[in-house]
């Protein structure tokens, strides 16, 4: 799985909505205040996209 961090993660998600890209989780607030989101890349790869750990 690849990790790629933003500060935009939902904007980051409907960019690659808009490509035609697999979303396979919305943007998620997580417990600890972190934001993911998950993709697939065209080979069925997981990508996560996230804000920066603090």
């Known amino acids: ?4 961090a933003t500060e ?3 904007g980051a ?3 690659l909505r808009a ?3 697999s979303i ?4 998620t607030e997580k417990p600890w ?9 065209p080979d069925g790869h997981y990508i996560e ?3 920066p750990i603090a």
């Open 8 to 10: 935009d993660v939902q």
């Open 33 to 41: 205040g972190q934001v993911v989101a998950y993709a697939a890349d």
């Open 13 to 15: 998600v409907e960019k």
């Open 24 to 27: 396979l989780l919305e943007p």
């Open 1 to 4: 799985m690849k990790e790629s």
């Open 49 to 51: 996209i996230c804000t």
């Open 19 to 21: 490509a035609g890209v």
